[in-house]
């Protein structure tokens, strides 16, 4: 498998996304749950995907937000959150996207990647929501 970087080829590896575990927390006098997610390929990404970039649009009020963006969304294409400033690889370890603890979750997820600089987009596996 090509290993994505900013000279390499245009195509970045698929995201293999597995369900890590759920989280429960309090915040804002609710109980939520967040789900837990990581790509276990993450090495087979260049931490110059992940670089600031100042040259291309901002993220809300970042203006140095990173070059690659990951948006982790339901089977049905719903945004369930969205990552804009990672700044290595290894934060692809640290995904996840929350929920009112009564609310029931999504069966599955994906992750997105888009890598801003060569407008490239590619999705993951399917992943479970429980263990």
């Given at each position: 498998m090509d290993r994505a970087c900013a000279d390499g080829p245009v195509s970045l590896p698929e995201?293999?996304?597995?369900?890590?575990?759920?989280?429960?927390?309090?915040?804002?006098?609710k109980e939520w749950t967040r789900y837990r997610y990581t790509v276990t390929n993450l090495a087979d990404y260049s931490n110059e995907l992940f670089a600031m970039s100042p040259d291309l649009p901002p993220c809300g009020d970042n203006p140095k937000a990173a070059r690659?963006?990951?948006?982790?969304?339901?089977?049905?294409?719903?945004?369930l959150n969205e990552f804009?400033?990672?700044?290595?690889?290894?934060?692809?370890?640290?995904?996840w996207f929350s929920l009112e603890r009564n609310v029931i979750p999504p069966s599955y997820v994906f992750v997105e990647l888009t890598d801003r600089k060569?407008?490239?987009k590619i999705k993951s596996n399917l992943a479970d929501t429980t263990e």
């Amino acid at each position: 498998m090509d290993r994505a970087c900013a000279d390499g080829p245009v195509s970045l590896p698929e995201p293999v996304l597995v369900f890590i575990g759920p989280e429960y927390f309090e915040a804002g006098g609710k109980e939520w749950t967040r789900y837990r997610y990581t790509v276990t390929n993450l090495a087979d990404y260049s931490n110059e995907l992940f670089a600031m970039s100042p040259d291309l649009p901002p993220c809300g009020d970042n203006p140095k937000a990173a070059r690659t963006w990951v948006n982790v969304t339901n089977k049905k294409g719903k945004k369930l959150n969205e990552f804009c400033a990672l700044k290595k690889n290894d934060d692809l370890n640290g995904l996840w996207f929350s929920l009112e603890r009564n609310v029931i979750p999504p069966s599955y997820v994906f992750v997105e990647l888009t890598d801003r600089k060569t407008d490239v987009k590619i999705k993951s596996n399917l992943a479970d929501t429980t263990e």
